[in-house]
T-cell receptor
């Protein structure tokens, strides 16, 4: 089955700096890669996603890049703000008719004011 | 559009008892997923239901079970509760791509 590895497990940045979280996946048939943000005590929220036919997607201060050859994808947050502090999870959905997501273990991002 | 809903919000049980957790998916979604999130940890996949059938289960013992009803809502049953079952149980529903989470049920086993 699919295996997703996420790095780093913790990340501290100064407010205004950029943050990058990286994930690798094992199944070359995976075709959908979402990112979730989970604030303390709340549900994971879908913040951005990318499909395998696209290399990059942006939404204001966040962007996701996908390298299918290397089987890795990354989340980029620019101009970080204290409210970006949360745990971020990447996920991959294997192809072959399965909608199930395999999640990485999460990255705790702390933005220091 | 209503999101994924779960009930109850909190559930306190004694070791050895049974717990039943409920989930209603987003209208139009036929797939429901259950995850366990122990304090400070990641999302552990429990079960996936689609069109009333169990499609896959994670690495959990058989005392974790569930079902999906004709209206696509779902329930998760945990029998013979153990202390380590204390966690946040999240339900999610999806269409072809996006998967959305409910607010979760916090299960405490004493």
């Amino acid at each position: 089955g699919e295996n997703v590895e996420q790095h780093p497990s913790t990340l501290s940045v100064q407010e205004g700096d950029s943050a990058v979280i990286k994930c690798t996946y094992s199944d070359s048939a995976s075709n959908y890669f979402p990112w979730y943000k989970q604030e303390l005590g709340k549900r994971p929220q879908l913040i951005i996603d990318i499909r395998s036919n696209v290399g990059e997607k942006k939404d204001q201060r966040i962007a996701v890049t996908l390298n299918k050859t290397a089987k890795h994808f990354s989340l980029h947050i620019t101009e970080t703000q204290p409210e970006d502090s949360a745990v971020y999870f990447c996920a991959a959905r294997s192809g072959a008719g399965s909608y199930q997501l395999t999640f990485g273990k999460g990255t705790k991002l702390s933005v220091i004011p | 559009e209503a999101g994924v809903t779960q009930s109850p919000t909190h559930l306190i049980k004694t070791r050895g008892q049974q717990a039943t957790l409920r989930c209603s998916p987003i209208s139009g979604h036929t797939s429901v997923y259950w995850y366990q999130q122990a304090l400070g940890l990641g999302l552990q996949f429990l079960l996936w239901y689609d069109e009333g059938e169990e499609r896959n289960r994670g690495n959990f013992p058989p005392r974790f079970s569930g079902r999906q009803f004709p209206n696509y809502s779902s329930e998760l049953n945990v029998n013979a509760l153990e202390l380590e079952d204390s966690a946040l149980y999240l339900c999610a529903s999806s269409g072809p791509y996006e998967q959305y989470f409910g607010p979760g049920t916090r299960l405490t086993v004493t």
